[in-house]
């Protein structure tokens, strides 16, 4: 792993937490998409050399929805950017960490896996590569 990639945040309005973040970081986010497959809306800001990832649900089913009517708003996820993510995600699953799903599409372009909090103390782990098609 070479670094934080970002840190998800699940949000309840992500208009308002848009905001709200502008305001904090003084700056506005630098993309905003939704990722159908997940069932989110995103939105990127950049601070430093990492970035912050707002994630509110499109639909009741979606994880973030469950996450939040579980616990509420807060940090969901942290990512790692990682160079090889078949490779890393594989040697994780022979540490003993549980994988969630497959390698697949994620937001601003990359390439994402999963990991039970169960698997670290609590935190889902998000790895993410660089999508260069």
Not at 2 to 12: D, F, L, M, Q, Y
Not at 28 to 53: A, C, L, Q, R, W
Request: with cysteine.
């Amino acid at each position: 792993m070479r670094k934080i990639e970002h840190i998800g945040i699940a949000v309840a309005d992500i208009a308002t937490a848009n905001e709200t973040y502008t305001k904090l970081f003084n700056a506005p986010p630098y993309k905003m998409e939704v990722v159908e497959s997940e069932g989110v809306s995103t939105s990127f800001f950049i601070i430093g050399d990492s970035k912050i990832e707002l994630l509110q649900a499109t639909n009741e089913d979606s994880a973030i929805a469950k996450y939040i009517s579980k616990r509420g708003e807060g940090i969901h996820h942290i990512a790692y950017d990682v160079v090889d993510i078949h490779a890393e995600r594989e040697r994780l699953i022979g540490e003993g960490f549980q994988a969630i799903g497959e390698v697949k599409q994620g937001a601003d372009n990359k390439w994402v896996c999963f990991f039970h909090p169960k698997s670290a103390n609590g935190v889902l782990v998000e790895l993410c590569q660089e999508r260069s098609e």
